[in-house]
Structures are given as C-alpha cells and as structure tokens.
C-alpha cells in the first residue's frame, strides 16, 4: 500500500506558468486537502474535499485552484504562479465518514516560482 | 488569523532531557488535538492526539497534558533521544468539520 503520492517532487517554475500538483491516495479516503508549509507559519490549509465531486476553500486559497473527479485523485492547479506561491505543498487525506479521523500527508512537493 | 499559537519556535536539550512544547488554542470550540511530527523531506505524521474530556494522554515517552479551562496543551518527550530531532506541530479540529487548524512548528534537536 502506497498510502499518498504526490508528484512531482520538486519544480522550478518561471512566474506566470500554468502548474498541476498531482495527488493521489489508495486508502478510498472520502476527505482530502491540499496544504502549504511555510517556514515559521507552519501548515496551512489552501483547499479541501469532504467527497469526491465537491470541493472547499481553506485559509488561503487565492490563486490555487482543485477538483475531485473521483475518490483517488485531487489535483492542484496554479493558473499563473507567482513568487510567493514558492513553497512545499503537502496532499492529505483521511477517513471522516464516522467522525474525525487522523489525517495522512504525502511527502510534499517544493516549489519555486522564480 | 492564527487560532492556535504554538511556542517555542526552536527548542535543543541533550539527550535524556524533557522538551516541553506548548500550545494554546483561541475562541472557537475544538474537539481534537492531534500532534504532528515531520522528519527533513518528509510529510507529517500523526505521532498522539487527545479529546477535551480527559487532561492527559500518554503514549510511549511521549505525553499530552490539557488544560480545557486555560484552553492550552502541550507536549513532553520523555528521556529525549536524538532520533526524536524533528519539526513538531500541534493542532485542533473545530467541532462538526473534517479540518485540521496548525500551529506554526517547533524545531527540536536533541544532541547525544
């Protein structure tokens, strides 16, 4: 069992690119989100998904945006990065159906807008 | 807004001593406290958690004390070993939903 992968591990984008995070888990979790770590501001939650089909915004959800075709796979996509969307984005999920459960990370991927 | 405060931002001891990691959490209701322990390259892992109705919570060398009336809880790592340096992260679950809010990290190095 995979648990969560993300890809690509790392990128180096010119501002203004068009980039896709990929994320995808193999625990048919029914709730996943996308997070940013910064250094000294901790994780913080950019969007969600309770259930394949629908999608949330969470802290900082401008310029980033997700879908959840399916139960496997949230994709996040940056329309046109910028400089300060350089940062490790963490995907995770977790099995919410009877109550809260704990929360499953990626290993990340680093990116930097340059 | 940051809802949960989290202190120190770094913390060394030597090996066998026992960090202390707080954590304080503001107005809204949360039911969950999970704490989060991230390795350099790796994505955090859930390393203990505790619920409102009981004050501590202890598993292994590691401890959860709660404190529900100061709104406050906090971490100790019990006979500290160097293979406990990592980057801890407290957080809480506001009641009804499926989030996770995060403290803003405490960097621990333990040294032999």
């Known amino acids: 069992i995979a648990g969560i992968t993300q890809a690509p591990t790392s990128q180096i984008l010119a501002a203004g690119r068009r980039m896709t995070l990929r994320c995808t888990q193999d625990?048919?979790?029914?709730?996943m989100y996308w997070y940013r770590q910064d250094l000294g501001l901790g994780l913080r939650l950019i969007h969600y998904s309770n259930t394949a089909g629908t999608t949330g915004k969470g802290e900082v959800p401008d310029g980033y945006s997700v879908s959840r075709a399916n139960t496997d796979d949230f994709p996040l996509t940056l329309a046109s990065a910028v400089p300060s969307q350089t940062s490790v984005y963490f995907c995770?999920?977790?099995?919410?159906?009877?109550?809260?459960?704990?929360?499953?990370f990626g290993p990340g991927t680093r990116l930097t807008v340059l | 807004q940051q809802q949960v405060k989290q202190s120190p931002q770094s913390l060394i001891v030597q090996k066998g001593g026992i960090p202390i990691i707080n954590c304080a959490y503001e107005n809204t209701a949360f039911d969950y406290f999970p704490w989060y322990q991230q390795f350099p390259g790796k994505g955090p892992a859930l390393l203990i958690a505790i619920r409102p109705d009981v004050s501590e919570k202890k598993e292994g060398r590691f401890t959860i004390s709660f404190n529900k009336s100061a709104k406050q809880f906090s971490l100790h790592i019990m006979d500290s070993q160097p293979g406990d340096s990592a980057t801890y992260f407290c957080?809480?679950?506001?009641?009804?939903?499926?989030?996770?809010?995060f403290g803003t990290g405490t960097r621990l190095q333990v040294f032999p």
């Open positions: 625990m048919r979790h029914n709730a």
């Open positions: 995770a999920s977790s099995d919410s159906s009877t109550g809260f459960d704990t929360q499953y």
């Open positions: 957080a809480a679950n506001p009641n009804n939903t499926d989030k996770l809010i």
